[in-house]
């Protein structure tokens, strides 16, 4: 195992994906350690050089964690994701805490003047009409899940305010009927 072995996986890990900083650390670790483990060696012994292939990566721009974070936040939020998941999952691949933040609040700032908060409803919509909740079920069956949407808003991590009032919202917002539900 050398520099320039590890160096291939590295670039042909990041070919195929956009990764942090420490996504790329574990990759590289895995990779490492199947590759000693069919030899029978010690994967410690290669730490640095994993260390030293990472902070290459970093230096060359290949990786970086605030870009990173700033388009993972951006895809998270237009699926549906509420800032505490978007946050969670950002965390899970590691990104550190003050990244997440600064993408947090460069996301508040970008919102039109006094309307921070549209980003978070237009993330609880997108979640509703996703997962069919609320306005986006039957008609027939909105009142019989009303209980069981606003659960799985909170679980989503939507506040119980923005939850229930995705849930009550008049009508069928933006709900389009062709491929909205069941075989025609």
């Known amino acids: 195992m050398t520099a320039a072995w ?8 990041l070919e195929r994906y956009s990764a942090s900083t420490e996504m790329l ?3 590289l670790r895995r990779r490492v350690e199947k590759r000693t483990r069919a030899r029978g ?3 410690g012994a290669f730490a640095p050089l994993v260390e030293e292939t990472v902070a290459r990566a970093v230096r060359a721009g290949l990786v970086d964690d605030a870009r990173f974070t700033a388009a993972r936040l951006a895809t998270l939020r237009r699926r549906g994701a509420s800032a505490r998941g978007a946050a969670a999952k950002l965390a899970a691949k590691g ?3 003050d ?3 600064a993408a947090m609040e460069a996301e508040r700032e970008a919102a039109p003047e006094g309307e921070p908060a549209l980003a ?7 979640y ?4 069919r909740l609320g306005p986006f079920r039957r008609p027939d069956a909105r009142a019989v899940n009303r209980d069981r949407d606003l659960a ?3 679980r989503a991590g939507f506040p119980y305010d923005l939850a229930r009032r995705t849930v009550d919202a008049e009508g069928e917002a933006g709900r389009d009927d062709e491929g909205a539900g069941g075989f025609s």
């Open 152 to 154: 799985a808003l909170a």
């Open 99 to 101: 990244t997440i933040e």
């Open 6 to 13: 590890l160096e291939r996986a590295a670039l042909h890990y």
């Open 41 to 43: 060696e010690e994967a």
């Open 25 to 27: 650390r574990r990759t």
């Open 120 to 126: 978070e409803e237009a993330a609880a919509l997108a």
């Open 128 to 131: 509703a009409k996703r997962r």
């Open 95 to 97: 990104v550190p805490r």
